[in-house]
Nanobody, 115 residues
Framework: QVQLVESGGGLVQPGGSLRLSCVAS????????MAWYRQCPGKQLELVAR???????NYADSVKGRFTISRDNAKNTVYLQMNSLKPEDTAVYYC?????????WGQGTQVTVSS
């Protein structure tokens, strides 16, 4: 089964930036539409951004203009560049396929935005 490994999270001050990475262990990564999700404390999982196999992107209203999703199919990797971070962006961030996520989710990467 596909394994997903997220990295790049950490503690950052409001207004700061982070770049998240997610590597997928599948030889056919390039055909999948991928997404970044997040789970904020006490809230349900939320889709933050998605990128099609062809590179088209869309974003949740809450991150539009601040976050950028990209992919490198040669490296089986999807990225999330997060700028102008806000305390409400604090969450565990996951990547997965969209729609129909892979059954096995990664461990996620914690992003904490705090002064």
């Amino acid at each position: 089964q596909v394994q997903l490994v997220e990295s790049g999270g950490g503690l950052v001050q409001p207004g700061g930036s982070l770049r998240l990475s997610c590597v997928a262990s599948t030889a056919i990564f390039s055909i999948y539409q991928m997404a970044w999700y997040r789970q904020c404390p006490g809230k349900q999982l939320e889709l933050v951004a998605r990128i099609s196999s062809g590179g088209s992107t869309n974003y949740a209203d809450s991150v539009k203009g601040r976050f950028t999703i990209s992919r490198d199919n040669a490296k089986n990797t999807v990225y999330l560049q997060m700028n102008s971070l806000k305390p409400e962006d604090t969450a565990v961030y996951y990547c997965n396929k969209d729609p129909d996520p892979f059954v096995s989710w990664g461990q996620g990467t914690q992003v904490t935005v705090s002064s």
